[in-house]
């Protein structure tokens, strides 16, 4: 993503699903406690190894099920290492909301950049 001074930035996209594929069958199985614990580890450890990049993530309302999964994660994401900041964003996308998120290092010399280029970008998706 572009920022205001002409730097390009990598943002990295986290995504997952519950059954391999995109499907938008009502969701009937059970919590699984794993499933938070190794989405936290790769954050936790892409973090570590990866300070100076930000992840992104959208929990898209097709199924109608997006709020419950912001939620859901917002709840997971207090087992993100301190140093973490998760920035939230609420954009209305083909009639239902599209909640979106980034995630960087607060000490990222560039956060501010990112943060302002992630904005912009959610921006030109509503307008689009």
Not at 37 to 42: A, L
Not at 103 to 113: D, E, F, G, Y
């Given at each position: 993503?572009?920022?205001?001074?002409?730097?390009?930035?990598?943002?990295?996209?986290?995504?997952?699903?519950?059954?391999?594929?995109?499907?938008?069958?009502?969701?009937?199985s059970?919590?699984?406690?794993?499933?938070?614990?190794?989405?936290?580890?790769?954050?936790?450890?892409?973090?570590?190894?990866?300070?100076?990049?930000?992840?992104?993530y959208?929990c898209?309302?097709?199924?109608?099920?997006?709020?419950?999964?912001?939620?859901?994660?917002?709840?997971?994401?207090?087992?993100?290492?301190?140093?973490?900041e998760?920035?939230?964003?609420?954009?209305?996308?083909?009639?239902?909301?599209?909640?979106?998120?980034?995630?960087?290092?607060?000490?990222?010399?560039?956060?501010?950049?990112?943060?302002?280029?992630?904005?912009?970008?959610?921006?030109?998706?509503?307008?689009?």
């Open positions: 993503m572009p920022d205001d001074e002409g730097n390009n930035h990598i943002i990295y996209n986290l995504g997952f699903s519950r059954d391999g594929g995109h499907s938008c069958i009502p969701f009937s059970k919590y699984d406690e794993g499933v938070r614990d190794t989405i936290m580890s790769v954050i936790n450890d892409f973090f570590e190894k990866n300070d100076h990049k930000a992840i992104i959208f898209f309302g097709d199924d109608g099920y997006s709020r419950h999964r912001k939620i859901v994660f917002n709840q997971w994401s207090k087992d993100l290492n301190n140093d973490i998760k920035h939230d964003k609420i954009i209305p996308y083909e009639g239902t909301p599209l909640f979106s998120s980034l995630m960087i290092v607060s000490s990222n010399p560039l956060k501010n950049l990112i943060l302002n280029s992630f904005n912009k970008f959610l921006q030109e998706i509503y307008n689009s």
